[in-house]
């Protein structure tokens, strides 16, 4: 009988039994990878971030949070019914994305509109997956468009979900059935070229309690209206809603404290007793700017940083108003 010869089992080296351990451990990983990504797709992992809780309002109350969004800018008004206004939507960073999100899943708005004062990234950064992910009314664009691919992807997101779009300039106002309001004293009009210049600055009131949102405005737009002011009190008035600029409670400082805004006069005109300074922790700007600072103190302002207070609330009731502030957990 015939000896069958098999071939010689080859001695597998401890430098291939690496070798395959490594391809196996990148096929998990792809697999793992192709899995995070398809169900990203179908199922956007930020409707399962968890909610901020909120206390409850009173009767009455009107909330406006300032939130910690790194280097950019995030204001949310929350009326007294639940109706809710974001004014600029952080820099879209993962970070400022999820806060922003958790944030307004946790005020479960009645009813939800955004505005951008800017057509700069860090003014509307979140906003496109805002669009797509809750019902917004109405998407306030400012009067001089942007030309960057994210932003047109927000005008876009707005369109395919079935939400308004109206440009803001001079005179248009935003009423509330509390009484509250806000009216766009800046930009002039909606044929502005200066993207700083023609940034929406928005007055409100609520109550007796008047805001100031400056949003990018640079010195040289504060000197003109400044000098408007100065000329009548009444101009920047819209019908029945008046803007008084000499009676300002709370300033959102313009440009983040910037040494380019925050114009001596128009500090002191406004005098405000609180200012609300958004900025970026140990940010490369070195903002805000000491200067900036120094004028803001001189003013008599209280000055919060939500660099180093976290997202700061101003609660308005009965006419009156209190500052609280809230460090919140990063996912």
Avoid at 15 to 26: C, G, P, Q, T, Y
Avoid at 43 to 63: D, I, K, M, N
Avoid at 85 to 110: C, E, S, Y
Avoid at 253 to 262: D, F, P, Q, T, W
Wanted: with cysteine; net charge negative.
């Amino acid at each position: 009988m015939k000896e069958q010869i098999g071939r010689p089992k080859k001695k597998i080296t401890l430098h291939e039994v690496n070798r395959r351990k490594r391809i196996a451990k990148l096929c998990v990983f792809l697999a793992l990878f192709f899995l995070v990504a398809v169900v990203g797709i179908f199922f956007p992992y930020r409707r399962w971030l968890p909610a901020y809780q909120f206390s409850p309002r009173t009767a009455g109350e009107l909330r406006v949070h300032f939130l910690a969004v790194g280097q950019a800018d995030c204001s949310i008004v929350e009326f007294p019914d639940g109706e809710v206004l974001v004014i600029d939507g952080g820099d879209g960073t993962w970070k400022a994305r999820n806060h922003l999100f958790r944030f307004l899943k946790g005020l479960a708005p009645t009813e939800l509109s955004l505005l951008v004062t800017r057509a700069s990234i860090d003014h509307y950064g979140g906003f496109e997956e805002i669009l797509n992910n809750f019902p917004v009314q109405t998407l306030y664009l400012p009067a001089l468009a942007g030309n960057e691919d994210e932003y047109w992807a927000m005008v876009a997101a707005a369109d395919e979900n079935g939400c308004k779009t109206e440009r803001v300039s001079r005179y248009d106002v935003f009423d509330h059935p509390s009484g509250a309001y806000l009216c766009c004293i800046s930009p002039y009009s909606r044929e502005e070229t200066e993207e700083d210049e023609a940034s929406t600055v928005l007055f409100f009131q609520y109550q007796e309690v008047k805001i100031l949102f400056g949003s990018d405005i640079p010195s040289k737009r504060e000197r003109k209206l400044y000098s408007e002011y100065l000329l009548d009190e009444h101009i920047f008035d819209s019908g029945a809603f008046p803007v008084r600029l000499s009676e300002i409670d709370v300033l959102r400082v313009s440009r983040n404290g910037s040494s380019a805004a925050s114009y001596d006069e128009w500090i002191q005109l406004l005098k405000a007793e609180c200012a609300i300074v958004s900025c970026g922790r140990g940010n490369s700007y070195q903002m805000p700017h000491s200067s900036a600072m120094q004028t803001l103190k001189a003013s008599g302002a209280e000055i919060y940083r939500t660099d180093e207070l976290g997202d700061i609330t101003v609660a308005i009731k009965g006419g009156t108003y209190s500052v609280t502030h809230t460090q919140r957990s990063e996912l």
